[in-house]
């Protein structure tokens, strides 16, 4: 497993921007795809975006499509959400995860074996 550690969270309001950071540390962080999931008030845990560690296979929820960008810098082991055109629908606590495949993408929170604190992100309108 992976310890993640999240920040960039805040408010903002509609239409404005953020980015969260995902810092990665343990052993062999290139092996895993990394994700991010969001979960609002009374909602179960969402997914947002995945990528491979390589960079390859990038996925968005399409609620967010268009608007977010997932990337990560190699040299710092840290994985990014670029959050832009922020609408009141976006606020809830953000989650990094990783899935110990390098391989196979996956939507599902369940199988994500490793997970941030969270950070919130509130949109007022």
């Known amino acids: 497993q992976l310890q993640l550690v999240e920040s960039g969270g805040g408010t903002v309001q509609t239409g404005g921007s953020l980015r969260l950071s995902c810092a990665a540390s343990?052993?062999?962080?290139?092996?895993?795809?990394m994700g991010w999931f969001r979960q609002g008030p009374v909602k179960d845990r969402e997914f947002v975006a995945a990528?491979?560690?390589?960079?390859?296979?990038?996925i968005y929820a399409d609620s967010v499509k268009g608007r977010f960008t997932i990337s990560r810098d190699t040299g710092i082991n840290t994985v990014y959400l670029q959050m832009n055109n922020l609408q009141p629908s976006d606020t809830a606590v953000y989650y990094c995860?990783?899935?110990?495949?390098?391989?196979?993408?996956?939507?599902?929170?369940?199988?994500?074996?490793?997970w941030g604190q969270g950070t919130q992100v509130t949109v007022s309108s």
């Open positions: 343990g052993h062999a962080v290139g092996s895993y795809t």
């Open positions: 990528m491979r560690w390589s960079g390859s296979g990038v």
């Open positions: 995860a990783a899935h110990g495949s390098r391989t196979r993408i996956t939507r599902i929170p369940g199988e994500y074996n490793s």
